[in-house]
């Protein structure tokens, strides 16, 4: 685990060999046995480690670290699953401004039918309104 964890984690920071036996103060054939799993590094040079890739020991020693690659991979899956998030949030937003405005030429269209409908009862009423008044003042 720890040999595949350190390269892991060694390639993702984006060090070579050199560059993290520099920073550890040890020689790269050190970091290329610990690579291979042919020695491992003491307690103290384990915490230096973890330190200089900016990870627990924990991580170190642990499985299942991520590799650049797969990152790139899983921070792609996620834009596009994203992407297609607000596809959807835009289309359900267009479909219920649709049946909105559905809604409303239903209930435009309702009313219009009503009117109509007692339109000629309107009209006589109103018409018999303006004999009685004008009745009322002959």
Do not use: C
């Amino acid at each position: 685990m720890f040999s595949e964890n350190l390269k892991t984690l060694r390639k993702n920071k984006g060090f070579s060999q050199e560059q993290l036996s520099v920073r550890l103060n040890v020689v790269r054939q050190t970091i290329s046995k610990w690579e291979k799993n042919l020695s491992v590094p003491d307690a103290e040079m384990l915490m230096k480690i973890a330190e200089v890739l900016d990870v627990s020991v924990n991580d170190l020693l642990g499985g299942g670290i991520v590799t650049k690659q797969e990152s790139d991979s899983l921070d792609s899956v996620a834009s596009e699953l994203a992407k297609l998030n607000e596809l959807l949030a835009a289309q359900q937003s267009q479909q219920a401004e649709t049946r909105k405005k559905a809604k409303n030429i239903i209930g435009v269209i309702l009313i219009l039918l009503f009117m109509a409908a007692i339109y000629g009862q309107w009209n006589d009423m109103w018409h018999e309104f303006g004999q009685n008044l004008y009745h009322l003042f002959n």
